[in-house]
């Protein structure tokens, strides 16, 4: 099951979030939710995601298990919601 590491909050998976952009933050994490997606596809580790997008490892973990959680069509936006949840 989903568990959020207590060290790992919702703010974290933001990159660059600003107060009161919530809009650009949303954006930008949704874009490393595409980008890491794209490399599942490829059969990519979390560990080589991490690497290869620079970003920090256990937030990758965290995508990578809520995109494998909606299926193998990746829903960004679905991945997203589950993301939200959960942190």
Do not use: M
Not at 32 to 53: H, S, Y
């Amino acid at each position: 099951s989903w568990r959020t590491p207590p060290e790992i909050s919702h703010t974290h998976i933001l990159l660059n979030f600003v107060p009161g952009e919530e809009g650009a933050g949303e954006g930008k994490e949704i874009k490393l939710i595409e980008q890491v997606c794209k490399k599942l596809i490829k059969n990519n580790t979390p560990a080589q995601i991490a690497d290869a997008l620079e970003e920090d490892a256990d937030v990758i973990k965290l995508i990578c298990e809520a995109a494998k959680e909606c299926g193998p069509e990746y829903d960004y936006g679905k991945i997203h919601e589950r993301l939200s949840e959960r942190t």
